[in-house]
């Protein structure tokens, strides 16, 4: 069974730069695609990000695109979100996903679509 365990929240100023982990545990990544979602109080989990293992291919979602950066380090089964310039907006709890399998592009940005989820970690943008 995979398990996902997040690391690297935490709080910065408007402007600042956060580094977000996802590290498989019980077995490790192959064909999955690996995501980041987002939550903010009262709203619902959008996607931010997300890598296709098999081939490498890497989707954002406009509002982070050109701030934010996810990387893949497979010898650690590890996927990574670099988080530059976050903004206010940005405050919110994130998750870390993955799917059993590969994801169509059509599919990638719909959370439902993905069977393994972390526990989240908080991060919060404040002057």
């Known amino acids: 069974q995979l398990q996902l365990v997040e690391s690297g929240g935490g709080t910065t100023q408007p402007g600042g730069s956060l580094r977000l982990s996802c590290a498989a545990s019980?077995?490790?990544?192959?064909?999955?695609?690996v995501a980041w979602f987002r939550q903010a109080p009262g709203e619902e989990r959008t996607f931010v990000a997300a890598?296709?293992?098999?081939?490498?291919?890497?989707y954002y979602a406009d509002s982070v695109k050109g701030r934010f950066t996810i990387s893949r380090d497979s010898a650690k089964s590890l996927v990574s979100l670099q988080m530059n310039r976050l903004l206010s907006e940005d405050t919110a709890i994130y998750y870390c996903?993955?799917?059993?399998?590969?994801?169509?592009?059509?599919?990638?940005?719909?959370?439902?679509?993905?069977?393994?989820w972390g526990q989240g970690t908080q991060v919060t943008v404040s002057s």
């Open positions: 890598v296709r293992l098999s081939d490498n291919d890497k």
């Open positions: 996903a993955a799917s059993s399998g590969r994801l169509i592009t059509g599919r990638i940005r719909w959370k439902d679509d993905y069977d393994y």
């Open positions: 019980g077995r490790t990544f192959s064909r999955n695609t």
